[in-house]
T-cell receptor, first 114, second 115 residues
Framework: AQSVTQLGSHVSVSEGALVLLRCNYSSSVPPYLFWYVQYPNQGLQLLLKYTSAATLVKGINGFEAEFKKSETSFHLTKPSAHMSDAAEYFCAVRGNFGNEKLTFGTGTRLTIIP | KAGVTQTPRYLIKTRGQQVTLSCSPISGHRSVSWYQQTPGQGLQFLFEYFSETQRNKGNFPGRFSGRQFSNSRSEMNVSTLELGDSALYLC??????????????FGPGTRLTVL
């Protein structure tokens, strides 16, 4: 079964600094990978998805993620953090066999320091 | 296109009662998944429905059940509520087509508090 591991349950960065949120997946074949963001008292919003079309995926709000098969990673980055980026971020994986369910990581809470 | 809607947004129940939550997916989406989110356990998958049939199921007791109607709207029911059922219940919809990435779009959730 596919799984994802998010390293760091809490990450703090200064406003304007690089944001790097880590996600490693476990799968025997390249799966579908996703990053979601959740703001307080809201549902999850899709930031970006990897579908094997390109290893560097650009998403909304200036975020991007790079799929690295050799490292089984799909880290999320943003060059310059904004205060509005403060939220919880979830990495998720779905196998590409049939109709497998989506499996989420434990989440990383991002705090932006003014 | 309207997004995923969930009703009600907030619920307060007492132990032993039962509750029904409703989810209307994005128009054209045939798959609806339900998740429970708590601070201690994170996001946990409950079940997925596609074309009125349960397609996937998580590891929850039988007190948690769901169904999907012909218009793809879904309901989930929790019977004999326990304090530990207090959580944010999220519904997500997707096209449900096999072979695709199957990205899910989430509703705002229903916050259930069990007293």
């Amino acid at each position: 079964a596919q799984s994802v591991t998010q390293l760091g349950s809490h990450v703090s960065v200064s406003e304007g600094a690089l944001v790097l949120l880590r996600c490693n997946y476990s799968s025997s074949v390249p799966p579908y990978l996703f990053w979601y963001v959740q703001y307080p008292n809201q549902g999850l919003q899709l930031l970006l998805k990897y579908t094997s079309a390109a290893t560097l995926v650009k998403g909304i709000n200036g975020f991007e993620a790079e799929f690295k098969k050799s490292e089984t990673s799909f880290h999320l980055t943003k060059p310059s953090a904004h205060m509005s980026d403060a939220a919880e971020y979830f990495c998720a994986v779905r196998g590409n066999f049939g109709n497998e369910k989506l499996t989420f990581g434990t989440g990383t809470r991002l705090t932006i320091i003014p | 296109k309207a997004g995923v809607t969930q009703t009600p947004r907030y619920l307060i129940k007492t132990r032993g009662q039962q509750v029904t939550l409703s989810c209307s997916p994005i128009s054209g989406h045939r798959s609806v998944s339900w998740y429970q989110q708590t601070p201690g356990q994170g996001l946990q998958f409950l079940f997925e429905y596609f074309s009125e049939t349960q397609r996937n199921k998580g590891n929850f007791p039988g007190r948690f059940s769901g169904r999907q109607f012909s218009n793809s709207r879904s309901e989930m029911n929790v019977s004999t509520l326990e304090l530990g059922d207090s959580a944010l219940y999220l519904c997500a919809s997707s096209l449900g087509i096999a072979g695709g990435p199957g990205e899910q779009f989430f509703g705002p959730g229903t916050r259930l508090t069990v007293l």
